[in-house]
């Protein structure tokens, strides 16, 4: 089945209002650049984002933030955008924090059709406050949720007319369990080839998961800190 369309802008549109969106990538890198602009232009407003990150001021999800078109954002990692800070604590913008390994593991259980999991991690802290507690064998565990999108929007390096994907080195990050765990996946990438033009053994995300696909080719790729060695 050939699922290319034709632009960002056509792809999200049933995109609605307070719909939930996964967003792949990790910092800056990976991150579904060209749909997030598509968000941007429709103004699609009240959204619930998942991502590891925030973006950056102006560029990214931070677009989306900006343009207050976010409610509420699920995340582990949001330290490098300032708007966000101020919207939290004005109380714009609802945020839910997560361990990193819990947020990938609420994503693949979303994925797999399990409803909720037990893990050690963030028992006694703020982490846990409201959850379900349970021991085994003598340790505390906390109950998570699963999670899942209306949409999820990946970013990879190839992929084909049918959706089948390829990830490039790390950007092979949130993108692959994103990709299973939404009604509506949408992936943009850098190079869209012919059927039978990748490798089987190298697909990452199988075609079953991608319901469109899309070349968003050029990408801006910013660099969130640039670190050089001193002179």
């Given at each position: 089945?050939?699922?290319?369309?034709?632009?960002?802008?056509?792809?999200?549109?049933?995109?609605?209002?307070?719909?939930?969106?996964?967003?792949?990538?990790?910092?800056?890198?990976?991150?579904?650049?060209k749909l997030i602009d598509a968000v941007w232009r429709k103004g699609t407003r009240d959204l619930t984002v998942v991502s590891n990150?925030?973006?950056?001021?102006?560029?990214g999800i931070g677009l989306l933030l900006q343009n207050r078109q976010v409610k509420k954002m699920i995340s582990?990692?949001?330290?490098?955008?300032?708007?966000?800070?101020?919207?939290?604590?004005?109380?714009e913008l609802q945020v839910e924090l997560n361990p990193q390994g819990t947020l990938a593991e609420r994503l693949r259980a979303g994925g797999a059709g399990i409803p909720a999991f037990y893990?050690?991690?963030?028992?006694?802290?703020?982490?846990?406050?409201?959850?379900?507690?349970?021991?085994f064998e003598g340790r505390h565990y906390v109950l998570e949720r699963a999670l899942r999108g209306d949409f999820a929007f990946v970013k990879a390096w190839k992929g084909d007319c049918m959706g089948n994907l390829i990830y490039r080195k790390t950007t092979?990050?949130?993108?692959?369990i994103m990709a299973t765990a939404a009604d509506y996946v949408i992936a943009e990438v850098e190079e869209l080839v012919g059927p039978g033009e990748l490798d089987p053994d190298q697909v990452h995300t199988p075609g079953i998961f991608v319901?469109?696909?899309?070349?968003?080719?050029?990408?801006?790729?910013r660099i969130e800190k640039r670190t050089v060695r001193k002179a």
């Open positions: 089945m050939d699922k290319r369309i034709a632009s960002p802008d056509k792809a999200i549109a049933n995109l609605r209002d307070g719909m939930t969106i996964l967003m792949g990538g990790f910092g800056l890198c990976g991150i579904p650049e990150n925030a973006g950056v001021d102006g560029f582990s990692y949001v330290g490098e955008n300032k708007l966000f800070e101020q919207l939290v604590l004005s109380g893990t050690p991690t963030g028992y006694g802290t703020l982490v846990a406050e409201g959850k379900e507690t349970r021991g092979r990050n949130f993108n692959p319901d469109a696909i899309f070349e968003g080719s050029p990408y801006v790729k």
